[in-house]
């Protein structure tokens, strides 16, 4: 018998998680034992470790879903698993060349700042004047 408790340890996931995840239906419901407590079986766990692991990687909670019914299909093509992680790493990519160009800008803004006792400051200037305003 593995309670709630011991699988939270076992997977390293919060127990809220785990009951979201059965919530949702990402995860079948452990069985209940009489006193009304989930027992999680080895299967369960590894389980549980397969979503949080593609959790760890950026999956949202769709794509995990496709993931484990494609992990238990025996039938499953390689090129379904493959095409879900390349449109991941493209999402990646594009996060990547956005937080570059924001980081870009701030550097930007931090090189005219004087950094100096004075309180005119270029950066808050182009948090009120910049592009939108």
Known sequence: MM?????????????????????IGLVAPARRLDNGYR????REIHTLRFVARARSLGFPVEECRALVALYGDTTRKSGDVKDIALRRIAEIDGKIRELESMRATLGHLAEK?????RPDCPILNEFADGPGA
């Open 113 to 117: 700042c004087h950094g100096d006792d």
């Open 39 to 42: 027992d999680y079986s080895e």
């Open 3 to 23: 309670n709630i408790s011991q699988a939270a340890k076992r997977t390293e996931l919060p127990p809220k998680t785990i009951r979201y995840y059965e919530e």
